[in-house]
């Protein structure tokens, strides 16, 4: 076999001692033999990432196993995002942290790639990247930190800042209180503790086949993390050696067990989007039908916030991913593989529950049907999306009155205006924040209750937009309608006070209006202005709406590993 990197440094031209004599820096004279494949390890540590900040670490114990099977790691620092902190929404840089790891992957001597990511736009970005060169690559998930505790009770990351500061703004938590909370919101080194994105896209990798099974979900201070780290740097090598890229591993047949895991687990509504662009990106059809085809009827096995009580660490303990996957491997495709050249299924033997309250029996599910719900109506003609299993049961099918608010700013300006026109059966409409509107598609879909519907004990209420919702939120929320209001969706039409119809079971979601009435009102064009210049300009012109997956519409497909050009 001959190695990628021998393009670069094989031959004894003035190119190859130019490859070679700058790489060498204390290399082994046999580096660059042709024999030994040369690995990067995309690593997204980086301070201002902290759920990504211990990945240092990890690298070195992937190197310590690339060296170990012949291969040669060399640290590839990835474009990071750290979901708490870039402005104006992680999601905008998604793309190009995609674009960035995948043009550098494809234009450096490697042969392979271990990827390493954890906060919630990282594992996608990288996947995405991956997907476009399919150069043989492998996840390893940093992993969720450990549970911290305030005054006695465990907080869930996210969720439990959503709820505590709803308690602040209903009068029944002090704000000194609250603050005191946060120095023991985060316990310890990793990602997110409930099953928000990033746990959710770390499982939703394992089930894709992309990480060695039973990766997801060990703890970032577990030393069995740096153990398997080291497994995943041979393993890379070995791949390699085999040829097996994710092309082969990311099949039509691996994104329907990642829905089926979605639904078991009860993961985020943002793998809805990030799923459909990894898979735009691999030519691998799926729609949002096959979201709630394929999701229908698949219980909620595992009892985590935001669905349920536990944390990631307590799903580690009682057995994790592989005894959820356990429990539904009759729902599973046989003929899906992973990294390891095995079927997924065939990896599942021998996986054990150990805390029935954690992990459910397939008998005593929490659900018995966790499917993410796709809506259409006279609202969402391209889909929207709902997650029951996070929403009130009475509330999935409500009438009720717009009550609409244009922007985010529009939100906080208003919601908690004694004289907003409100009452619980109201539904709240957010516009102006998908993809285009925002840009870039923020977390905002859960927006909060006003205020004095919360101090009425009000602690749910449907809201619908064409934004997303974090991972680690709940409630009854209409999420990613399509096409969004900035690119003239139906949601621009709407009024306050218009009669909002949603009907989960039926999949429907509507204003129940005459259509003449609606398509002779002037849409309201919410958002902000084209960006004049950068990432913003291009990402408005040419991003794609929510159920296409908010990739560009010029990164779709795979352009493969190939560079036609000696470096000059
Ligand atoms: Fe990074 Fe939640 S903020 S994983």
Redesign the pocket.
């Known amino acids: 076999m001959v190695l990628r990197s021998s393009h670069w440094y094989a031959g004894d031209d003035r190119n190859s001692y130019i490859h070679r004599a700058w790489m060498r820096r204390g290399l082994p004279r046999d580096a660059f033999d042709g024999e030994r494949p040369h690995i990067a390890i995309a690593n997204t540590a980086s301070d201002l990432?902290?759920?990504n900040s211990h990945l240092n670490e990890v690298a070195d114990s992937v190197k310590q196993g690339i060296w170990a099977a012949g291969g040669v790691p060399l640290n590839l620092p990835a474009l990071s995002i750290?979901?708490?902190n870039v402005r104006p929404t992680a999601m905008l840089w998604r793309n190009l942290a995609a674009m960035a790891t995948e043009e550098m992957l494809r234009a450096n001597p490697i042969d392979g790639v271990v990827l390493l990511g954890?906060?919630?736009k990282t594992i996608p970005s990288l996947l995405m990247a991956a997907a476009s060169v399919d150069l043989p690559a492998v996840v390893l998930p940093g992993g969720p930190m450990l549970t911290g505790r305030f005054r006695g009770v465990p907080l869930g990351?996210?969720t439990d800042v959503w709820r505590l500061s709803e308690e602040v703004r209903a009068g029944t938590l002090s704000r000194e209180a609250f603050l005191e909370s946060e120095s023991s919101m985060i316990r310890s080194r990793g990602?997110?503790n409930t099953m928000?994105?990033?746990s959710t896209m770390a499982c939703m990798a394992e089930a894709l086949g992309m990480t060695i099974p039973g990766t997801a979900g060990i703890p970032a201070p577990d030393s069995r993390l740096l153990e398997r780290s080291h497994d995943t740097g041979r393993l890379a090598v070995e791949l390699v050696r085999e040829g097996r890229r994710p092309s082969h591993v990311m099949t039509r047949a691996s994104f329907l067990n990642a829905i089926v895991t979605l639904a078991a687990v009860g993961g985020s509504t943002n793998a809805v989007v990030h799923l459909l662009a990894i898979a735009g990106r691999l030519g691998v059809e799926l729609n949002l039908d096959d979201f709630d085809r394929t999701g229908s009827g698949v219980p909620l096995l595992v009892d985590l916030q935001p669905a349920g009580r536990h944390l990631m660490e307590d799903m580690f303990r009682a057995g994790g991913l592989r005894a959820v996957l356990n429990e539904v491997a009759d729902l599973l495709d046989p003929s899906a593989i992973t990294v390891t050249g095995e079927p997924l299924t065939g990896s599942l033997a021998g996986a054990e529950i150990w805390d029935e309250t954690v992990i459910r029996r397939r008998a005593e599910p929490l659900l018995p049907d966790a499917g993410i719900a796709v809506l259409r109506g006279n609202l969402a003609p391209d889909g929207a999306v709902i997650k029951p299993a996070a929403a009130s049961p009475e509330l999935l099918r409500h009438r009720g009155r717009a009550v609409v608010f244009d922007s985010v700013e529009d939100v906080y300006a208003r919601l908690d205006s004694p004289d907003l026109d409100v009452d619980e059966t109201s539904v709240l409409v957010l516009r102006g924040c998908g993809p285009r509107g925002y840009p870039g598609m923020p977390e905002v879909g859960n927006l909060p209750l006003p205020a004095k519907l919360l101090a009425k004990g009000v602690r749910d209420m449907v809201r619908i937009s064409d934004a997303r919702m974090s991972g680690?939120a709940y409630g009854t929320v209409v999420l990613h309608a399509a096409p969004e209001a900035a690119a003239g969706g139906p949601l621009a039409r709407v009024r306050t006070g218009d009669p909002i119809v949603l009907d989960v079971a039926a999949r429907r979601l509507d204003v129940d209006l005459p259509e003449a009435e609606l398509a002779a009102r002037e849409p309201v064009m919410t958002g902000h202005a084209r960006p004049v210049r950068g990432w913003e300009r291009l990402y408005v012109d040419h991003v794609l709406q929510a159920d296409r997956g908010v990739d560009l519409d010029f990164l779709t497909g795979s352009s493969g590993d190939g560079v036609g050009r000696e470096s000059h």
Do not use: Q, S
Request: glycine share 24%; with cysteine.
């Open positions: 990432t902290p759920c750290g979901e708490t954890g906060c919630d990351c996210g990602h997110c928000g994105t990033a680690t």
